[in-house]
C-alpha cells in the first residue's frame, strides 16, 4: 500500500483520510507562507482565526445545523463532558433522564452521581449484555435533559435514529459515530465528540450546543468548566488545541469536497458495514455480537468459536497489515471498526482475510 | 532561511525547534514502521507506551526529579489548572497564599476566589505596573500551598529563583518558563507548563506533582478533575493528547541530547537575553518594561518612542522575515520571545534590523 500503510481497523485513535495526512505533513514546516509550521502560528492570528472558523462552518453546512446552535472546541474528552453536561445544566431540584447502553453511558451517569445531581436511568439494555439498543422509553416530561450514547464502541450498537423525546432536548455522545451519516436535529440539545475516531485526532472534543440550553448555565462555575467561556470567545478564551482544530478542519473540507457530504457519506458507510454482517450472517464461523437491529455502522464487533482461535486470528490479521481487530480489553474478542476514513477496499480485504482464516480454522 | 522559515518570535504558540518538526514531518504517515499516523495509533498499543514514557523519563532526568513526583499530561492549559489547585488541594478551613506578579497570577487568584475558597495575596507588584518580582515575602507557615507564576509572559518578568517559603510547598505556573535552566526542586509541591511556549504544541499541560499533596484530593471530585485519576493511570484514564505528548518527547529528547541538558540550555538562554538587555541599555530609542532585576529570559518586552513607531516597526520586522514581536493585547508594545527553540542567530538578526529602524526613525 502507498508509503507502506497498513488496513487500519483500531477503535481509537483511528484511521484518518490519507489526503488529509499528506497535506499536513506537506505543509508541515510552512503553513500558507507563513514561514512557520501550524504548531507555531498564534492562535490570535489571521492564520489561525481562518482555520477555525472554517472548521465551525463546515460543521454547520454539513450538519444543516441554524443559528440556534454553537460549534465549539474544548478540551478533556467525552470523560470531561460526562461531568460538565450536569454541572452546567442541573439546578438542584431538576432531574435529567439517562440510557445506559455500556460502559460510555455508564461512566456519564457515574460524573452525574458524584456530583449528587438528580438523574434518572429510564432504559438499559444491560439485561442483554448491552448488546441492544432499547425501544420505546418513556421519558419524564419535566427532565432537563435526556442523555444517550449514540455508537457504542466497545459493544458494537448504534442508535438507528434518536429516540422521540417530546420536546426534551436530548444530549449526544456522538465520539465515535459523528458525521458517519445526516442527523434529525429535532430534539438535540448539545452534541460532543471526541474527535479521534470520525474526525481528527485525540485531544479536541468537538461540541454543538443549542443557544438555549446556555441560559442554565450557573455564574459561579471555574471558568474553563463553563460552555458559556467557549461559546463567547469562538473556543479561544485561553489557547485551544490547535494541530486538532486545525486537522478537523482538513478531515471536514475533505467530507464536504471529496466525499460530497454526509448523504454521501452514509451510502459509503452502509455499503462498508452490510458487506461485513453479510458474511457473519452467511457463516456460523465468525458470530456478530450486537442484534441484528443495533448493530453499528461504524464498530463490526464479533467472536470466533473460542479465545484461542481470537487470538491467533488477530495476531495473523496484523501478521497481514489489517492492524487494531483486537476487541476492547473489558470485553475481549474481535472488533473492525470501519470509520469515514477507512478506505472502501479495507473491508474487502478483511473480508477475505476472514475466509482464508476459517478455511484453515473452521 | 530553510524551508523558506521565518525567525518566529512569538510568545506561543512558539518557534519549535526545526530538527524536531522535520522529524514529525518524516514519520507523518508511517510513525514508527506501524503502517500509521501518530495520529492513528492506539493509545494502549506498545508504540505509545514507548512515547509516552519516554517523555516522562526524560523530563525526571532533566529536572533531576526523585521518586516523589509524578508527571502527568493533562488538557485545558494552564488555565484548567488555575481552577484545579484550589480544587483539589484546598480544605474548608485552609488557605493558601498567592502572589501577584500580572495577568496569569491574577487568573490563579480569580480562580481560587471563584470557588470561594480562602486565600491570601502576600505580595503583588502591581503598584508598579507589574515591572518587577516582589521581594522579602512573608509567607504564612500555615498556609496549605504559596501560588506563583514563574514567567510573566505579557510583562516580561521572572523570578530569578524560587522565593524561601519555610517548607509550604510552592505550586508554580511555569508555562512560559520550563525547561529554560535548572530549577530548585526543595519546596516545589507542583509545576504545570502549558506546552505551546517552550515545549510543544498547545493542548496539552504538563505537570509535576509531588506525591503527598495527592493525599490532600477529595474523593468526590468529577473523575477528570483530579489529580490522582491522572497519576494512577499513567495519564491514560481515558484518551490523551497523543500528537501532543510526541511532540514533547522529541522535544525533550532534542534537550537532552542536541543541546546537552539544562544548564547548557541556560547558557545559550543567558547569551541570548544578555544581547537584547545589554542593547537596550546601550542607547535609549528601545526601552525595556521590565525592572533589570527581574528581566524575563524568555520573554523580552520593550517600547519605542511612540504607539506610531511600534506599529511600524512591528510592520517592517514583519516584512523582514522577523515574525511575531507584537506585545501581548493587553498592554500594547512590542515583545521578541525567545525561547529554548529561537536558534540563536535569531537575535543578532533582530538586532541588526533594531539599529537600522533606529537609524532610519530615531
Chains 1, 2 share one sequence.
Not at 26 to 51: A, P
Not at 231 to 240: A, L, R
Not at 248 to 276: P, S, Y
Not at 301 to 306: A, D, E, M
Request: glycine share 8%; proline share 5%.
Amino acid at each position: 500500500m502507498k508509503h507502506d500503510r497498513i488496513f487500519n481497523f483500531n477503535a481509537g485513535p483511528a484511521v484518518l483520510p490519507l489526503p488529509v495526512l499528506e497535506e499536513i505533513q506537506e505543509s508541515f514546516l510552512n503553513f500558507k507562507g507563513s514561514g512557520m509550521s501550524i504548531t507555531e502560528i498564534s492562535h490570535r492570528s489571521k492564520w489561525f482565526d481562518d482555520v477555525i472558523n472554517e472548521a465551525v462552518e463546515r460543521t454547520k453546512r454539513l450538519l444543516n445545523l441554524d443559528d440556534r446552535y454553537h460549534v465549539l472546541f474544548m478540551q478533556g474528552g467525552a470523560s470531561l463532558q460526562f461531568a460538565l453536561m450536569p454541572m452546567n445544566f442541573l439546578g438542584d431540584n431538576q432531574s435529567a433522564d439517562y440510557v445506559n447502553t455500556g460502559t460510555w453511558s455508564s461512566k456519564a451517569i457515574k460524573e452525574a452521581e458524584i456530583q449528587k445531581k438528580k438523574i434518572q436511568v429510564v432504559a438499559s439494555s444491560e439485561d442483554r449484555n448491552f448488546s441492544y439498543i432499547p425501544g420505546n422509553i418513556s421519558f419524564n416530561r419535566d427532565a432537563v435533559y435526556v442523555h444517550i450514547t449514540s455508537n457504542n464502541t466497545i459493544k458494537g450498537t448504534q442508535w438507528a435514529a434518536f429516540p422521540e423525546t417530546s420536546g426534551v432536548p436530548i444530549l449526544v455522545d456522538m465520539s465515535s459515530d459523528f458525521m458517519c451519516r445526516p442527523i434529525d436535529m429535532k430534539n438535540v440539545g448539545l452534541i460532543y465528540a471526541g474527535a479521534q475516531k470520525n474526525i481528527g485526532p485525540a485531544g479536541v472534543c468537538l461540541v454543538i450546543v443549542r443557544k438555549d440550553l446556555l441560559e442554565r448555565v450557573p455564574k459561579n462555575l471555574p471558568t474553563m468548566l463553563k460552555y458559556t467561556t467557549y461559546s463567547e470567545k469562538n473556543s479561544m478564551y485561553n489557547t485551544p488545541p490547535c494541530f486538532g482544530v486545525y486537522t478537523i478542519q482538513l478531515v471536514l473540507k475533505w467530507l464536504e469536497e471529496t466525499v460530497g457530504g454526509l448523504n454521501k457519506m452514509k451510502e459509503i458507510n452502509d455499503r462498508k458495514a452490510k458487506l461485513l454482517y453479510d458474511f457473519f450472517d452467511s457463516g456460523d464461523f465468525y458470530k456478530g455480537t450486537a442484534e441484528p437491529g443495533s448493530r453499528s455502522l461504524m464498530n463490526v464487533t464479533f467472536r470466533l468459536p473460542s479465545e484461542e482461535l481470537e487470538k491467533k486470528f488477530i495476531a495473523e490479521a496484523t501478521a497481514n497489515k489489517l492492524g487494531g481487530l483486537k476487541g476492547h480489553r473489558s470485553v475481549g474478542g474481535c472488533r473492525a471498526s470501519i470509520y469515514n476514513a477507512t478506505p472502501a477496499e479495507a473491508v474487502p480485504a478483511l473480508i477475505d482475510f476472514m475466509k482464508t482464516f476459517e478455511k484453515k480454522n473452521g
